[in-house]
């Protein structure tokens, strides 16, 4: 006679079984699909490794020069900042001054770093959507090559590999790999591309 606790028993293990038959088809199934894709002649699917893209298209070196002119301004705030401090602290340790003469002196500073400050901010704020105009006209440039490639090579996908720390590609077959086609493409497509390309 059957009991409660042996049926349970045996449903959990059919349950096991039939799970892992199913995911043991679902492994064959994936193996086979890989063994397919490398066995055909045309690929559909294409993986760039973003960042060797990023490293390797000279396009992107506008990126660093702008990050250099922030750089740059961040560095003269600091100074500025060095000096308008020196400024302020020998205006309050000056004895020779009267109270009212010190409080002038001090708010004129003050007027002062506010405007060179707001200076400082504008400029940095240029040079942000500087930066930003030449990601999206090199984006725009990179749509256009993968496009072309997409179409050359009869892909209907084409993955980002990611980053060290966010991979959306663990491994791929390396003749899926058209990261040095897309280097060479955006490097003719934006030969002459320089800071100065984007209005």
């Given at each position: 006679?059957?009991?409660?606790?042996?049926?349970?028993?045996?449903?959990?293990?059919?349950?096991?079984f039939?799970?892992l038959?199913?995911?043991?088809?679902?492994?064959?199934?994936?193996?086979?699909?890989?063994n397919?894709?490398?066995?055909?002649?045309?690929?559909?699917?294409?993986?760039?490794?973003?960042?060797?893209?990023?490293?390797?298209?000279?396009?992107?070196?506008?990126?660093?020069e702008t990050?250099k002119?922030?750089?740059?301004?961040?560095?003269?705030?600091r100074?500025?900042?060095?000096?308008?401090?020196?400024?302020?602290?020998?205006?309050?340790?000056?004895k020779?001054?009267?109270?009212?003469?010190?409080?002038?002196?001090?708010?004129?500073?003050?007027?002062k770093?506010?405007?060179?400050?707001?200076?400082?901010?504008?400029?940095?704020?240029?040079?942000?959507?500087?930066d930003?105009?030449?990601?999206?006209y090199?984006?725009?440039a990179?749509?256009?090559?993968?496009?072309?490639?997409?179409?050359?090579?009869?892909?209907?996908?084409?993955?980002?590999?990611?980053?060290?720390?966010?991979?959306?590609?663990?491994?791929?077959?390396?003749?899926?790999?058209i990261?040095?086609?897309?280097?060479?493409?955006?490097d003719?497509?934006?030969a002459?591309?320089?800071?100065?390309?984007?209005?």
């Amino acid at each position: 006679m059957l009991t409660t606790r042996k049926f349970y028993k045996r449903v959990a293990l059919l349950s096991i079984f039939a799970g892992l038959g199913i995911l043991s088809y679902c492994v064959y199934l994936s193996i086979k699909s890989v063994n397919m894709l490398e066995k055909s002649t045309t690929h559909v699917i294409g993986v760039v490794d973003g960042v060797l893209l990023k490293n390797q298209a000279k396009c992107f070196a506008v990126h660093q020069e702008t990050a250099k002119m922030l750089n740059d301004v961040f560095t003269k705030v600091r100074s500025s900042e060095k000096k308008i401090k020196a400024e302020y602290e020998q205006v309050k340790s000056n004895k020779k001054l009267k109270p009212k003469q010190r409080q002038q002196e001090i708010i004129n500073i003050e007027k002062k770093w506010k405007t060179i400050s707001a200076d400082y901010s504008k400029q940095a704020e240029d040079i942000r959507n500087l930066d930003g105009k030449l990601m999206d006209y090199i984006n725009g440039a990179l749509n256009e090559v993968l496009s072309k490639i997409s179409v050359k090579l009869n892909l209907i996908l084409v993955i980002n590999k990611g980053t060290e720390n966010s991979l959306n590609v663990f491994y791929n077959v390396p003749r899926l790999d058209i990261t040095a086609q897309v280097v060479k493409a955006l490097d003719e497509r934006l030969a002459d591309f320089s800071i100065k390309s984007v209005p």
